[in-house]
């Protein structure tokens, strides 16, 4: 296991300098293998997630020699998942490294997680010698073919005097602009290859910028007019907002005009979800109040988030009567699926900060009209107010992840999976900082929560870091728990398990007459393949035991199962079906399964 | 609605199948796709013909850019351009009904580049209408067409424009009125142009 001190500054800027190996800034000659791991050092790289076989066997042999940590995965999926997960959690560039063929394969759908939700990771593949490319070599496969569709760019590299250039570049594509993954694919023969070695002479051309970023003063000054003018005006957040680190900004803006924000799944804790302006998350699993005050508005202030369909419900009803201000890095991204009447393109944090000085506070004795119709319209929903819930000896996913948040005072980092855990965690879970909830929005991913937490816990060790999967995510990556174990991880996992694939369960009890075709789920006691791992496990059952659980697995010094066994046919609400407009959802319904506040 | 798009890319392996299958992934069918060298060392012209929505230009550029390996694109549009397809045409003729080949081949402007004693090879250049009604008439008067090979369509804006015109033009704003980029062509500019682009 690597255990190299680590420098925990990323810097771009190494070049001339000479780091603990003593290998960056001095032109010396290098094989391909060793310039891998001098690249990345140089970088600021000091973990990697991996997975070594055959064609890559000349890099991990060099290995030694830099004080980089390996962390060994059981399944490549995973390695691309933590190296997601540690970029979220860190704001930095994750890396990942498997073999030609199979582990190369392995890695697409971690790909394409991060490329779903632009995420940069640099992936290096090892590929069989450039004397046999396609000729069907063991172990060969295509891999830039596969990836090129799900990465932002990628590379093959044939010749040593390339790697360095190579992976500087892909570190450069991968953060600039929208970020994003890029794979790197090196062949033996390069990896063995020798050759002079200059990382600052590698250093790649600097980022051009997309030439259709567009953000001159005329669109500054109509997004402020139209701000200044707006009666009831929401602001959209998204994943921009944390990629870009405006949150300060967007505060700024929120505040001054007294405008409610609502946030993506993946734009949560870009704003203070306790802040009084803050209305939660938007969207198909969305409150009424949210999307009933999207519908309403007058005018939408979109910042860094791509109307994706989950958020907008039909195109044709969305927001009929609001003007649409869309800040966005991506000139690709503008008018895609909602038509915008202003648009600034390029990046949020520097779009916000053009714009504010435009935007003279608004006068407010009190509260505008709008905040408050918004927050009277709270009220007339049916909310589920945890905290009134009586216990009648059911447990709920909701009062796991509302105690969670309690015990955590709302400071850890939740690595949520893909389900209806995942919608509890957003609506019960409040978060008040950026990057301390990590899910997989765009793709979706089952089987993410686990290694990308491995990898959020390795990013931060300082910080709770706890996964928060159900019981069919949980399977797709257990294997990982060995992981979490060899890397003696103080990593707290609660599963949430129902006993179904719970989210397309609740597809089927309300658009497939309730036929349960494959949802029903056997697992095993995920308490005994904790132990099998050498992990403590809990099982609990009733609401009186969560607390006391998630105290015990906050306590205990490294990993810790906790299986939650709740109501096995609860569902999320509220629920925009499919192809229905962002109003016309579906209630919390008097169901004896779930309780109110009323039912006492 | 068809779509002209210039793209300057990079000329390397791999760089056609990424910029066709941005194609695909958006499921826009392409019409034509000509590739060849262009004015700068290291760089490829495509001219890039598709059939998509009268809205979908914008997205198609702006995702054609996202791509590390394309430099520059253009949307020609309705912009005043030249546009140009070279195509090869053989046509079944004996002895006897060669002149009839010869005075149609007269009256398109074209040429015959092979004769064989039972074939004869048309080589004929101008926009797609003019070539398709060749072939139009080659098959109303009988003449067997034994094969067709058309490079599709490749266009050139017309005047002062060049690709180094189009990047400064791109910075400021992409509604820019294109035609006062095309009249201003002073003879000043001619010289600082030629200069620029290293002709």
Same mark, same amino acid.
């Given at each position: ?13 190494? !070049? *001339? ?143 040593? =005097? ?104 993946? *734009?949560?804790?870009?704003?203070? !979800? ?68 202003? !648009? ?34 709270? *009220? ?60 997989? *929005? ?6 993410? !929560? ?36 060899? =890397? ?106 779930? =309780? ?5 | ?6 793209? %300057? ?6 760089? %056609? ?15 034509? %796709? ?131 015109? %189009? ?33």
């Amino acid at each position: 296991m690597g255990t190299a001190k680590k420098n925990p500054s990323q810097s771009t800027s190494h !070049a *001339g300098n000479t780091t603990a190996s003593g290998r960056v800034g001095n032109a010396t000659r290098l094989t391909g293998s060793e310039m891998i791991w001098a690249t990345l050092e140089g970088e600021g790289v000091d973990v990697v997630f991996g997975y070594p076989g055959g064609a890559i066997l000349p890099a991990y042999d060099a290995l030694r020699k830099f004080p980089i940590r390996h962390v060994l995965v059981r399944h490549e999926q995973g390695a691309a998942h933590m190296a997601d997960g540690y970029a979220r959690a860190s704001g930095r560039v994750g890396v990942c490294v498997a073999t030609s063929g199979p582990g190369a394969t392995n890695l697409v759908t971690g790909i394409a997680t991060a490329m779903l939700d632009s995420v940069p990771i640099v992936c290096i593949t090892g590929q069989v010698s450039s004397k046999v490319l396609g000729t069907d070599a063991f172990q060969e496969v295509d891999i830039t073919g596969i990836t090129l569709p799900v990465t932002k760019h990628n590379y093959v590299v044939t010749r040593a =005097e390339d790697v360095a250039r190579t992976i500087r570049e892909a570190f450069l594509v991968a953060k600039s602009g929208r970020p994003g993954p890029v794979l790197v694919d090196i062949t033996k023969d390069a990896q063995q290859a020798t050759a002079e070695f200059d990382f600052a002479a590698a250093a790649p051309k600097p980022h051009r910028p997309h030439p259709m970023l567009k953000t001159e003063s005329a669109s500054i000054l109509a997004a402020a007019e139209l701000i200044r003018n707006a009666k009831k005006p929401v602001i959209l957040a998204g994943h921009g907002v944390l990629q870009s680190r405006a949150g300060a900004e967007l505060r700024t803006l929120a505040e001054r005009m007294r405008i409610p924000v609502a946030s993506t799944l993946l *734009g949560l804790g870009g704003f203070p !979800a306790s802040h009084p302006l803050s209305l939660g998350m938007m969207g198909m699993h969305g409150e009424a109040w949210v999307n009933h005050a999207i519908q309403q508005s007058d005018l939408l202030i979109a910042c860094g988030m791509r109307f994706d369909d989950r958020v907008t419900g039909t195109l044709a009803t969305y927001a009929p009567d609001a003007k649409k201000i869309h800040i966005e890095v991506d000139p690709a991204e503008i008018n895609k699926n909602v038509k915008v009447d202003v !648009a600034l393109i390029g990046d949020l944090k520097e779009a916000l900060e053009a714009l504010l000085p435009h935007l003279a506070p608004r006068d407010t004795k009190g509260e505008s009209a709008w905040v408050k119709e918004i927050e009277a319209s709270k *009220g007339e929903c049916a909310v589920r107010d945890i905290r009134n819930l009586p216990d009648s000896g059911h447990l709920y996913a909701a009062h796991v992840m509302h105690d969670l948040w309690k015990a955590t005072e709302g400071k850890a980092i939740v690595v949520t999976d893909v389900g209806q855990h995942q919608m509890w965690e957003a609506q019960y879970y409040k978060h008040d900082e950026p990057r301390t909830l990590i899910t997989s *929005g765009g793709l979706g991913t089952m089987g993410f !929560a686990l290694p990308a937490a491995i990898g959020a816990k390795i990013a931060c060790p300082d910080k709770e870091v706890w996964v928060v999967a159900g019981d069919g995510g949980f399977q797709m990556t257990a294997a990982e728990l060995a992981t979490a174990a060899q =890397e003696e991880l103080d990593l707290n996992i609660a599963i949430v398990n129902n006993g179904y694939l719970g989210m397309v369960r609740q597809w089927q009890e309300f658009f497939y007459e309730k036929n349960y075709q494959s949802t029903p789920l056997l697992s095993p006691d995920f308490v005994k393949l904790a132990e099998a791992h050498g992990i403590r496990g809990k099982a609990v059952k009733t609401r009186a035991e969560v607390l006391p659980a998630v105290a015990e697995a906050q306590k205990h010094k490294g990993p810790f199962v906790i299986n939650f066994l709740v109501e096995r046919e609860d569902s999320v609400y509220p629920m925009i079906p499919a192809g229905s407009a962002l109003h016309e959802m579906i209630r919390r319904p008097n169901n004896p399964l779930v =309780e109110t506040a009323h039912d006492k | 609605m068809l779509h002209t798009f210039v793209a %300057l890319v990079e000329d390397k392996p791999g760089v %056609l199948t990424r910029v066709a299958s941005l194609f695909r992934r958006l499921n826009i069918n392409i019409v034509s %796709l000509t590739v060849g060298h262009s004015e700068r060392v290291g760089v490829s012209r495509m001219t890039i013909v598709c059939d998509a929505s009268p809205t979908a230009g914008h997205r198609i550029a702006a995702s054609l850019y996202k791509l590390e390996n394309v430099l520059e694109v253009d949307d020609v549009g309705q912009l005043s351009h030249v546009a140009r397809e070279l195509a090869l045409i053989k046509v079944a003729a004996t002895p006897k009904t060669r002149s009839m080949v010869f005075e149609l081949v007269e009256v398109f402007r074209a040429r015959i580049v092979d004769l064989a004693p039972e074939s004869m090879m048309i080589e004929i250049t101008g926009v797609e209408s003019k070539i398709e009604g060749l072939i139009q008439v080659l098959n109303e008067n009988g003449d067997r067409i034994l094969e067709i090979s058309r490079t599709g369509r490749m266009v050139m804006r017309r005047g002062q424009h060049t690709s180094r015109v %189009l990047e400064a033009m791109r910075v400021p704003g992409i509604e820019l009125p294109e035609d006062k980029i095309v009249d201003d062509g002073a003879a000043p500019s001619d010289v600082l142009m030629a200069e620029e682009t290293g002709l």
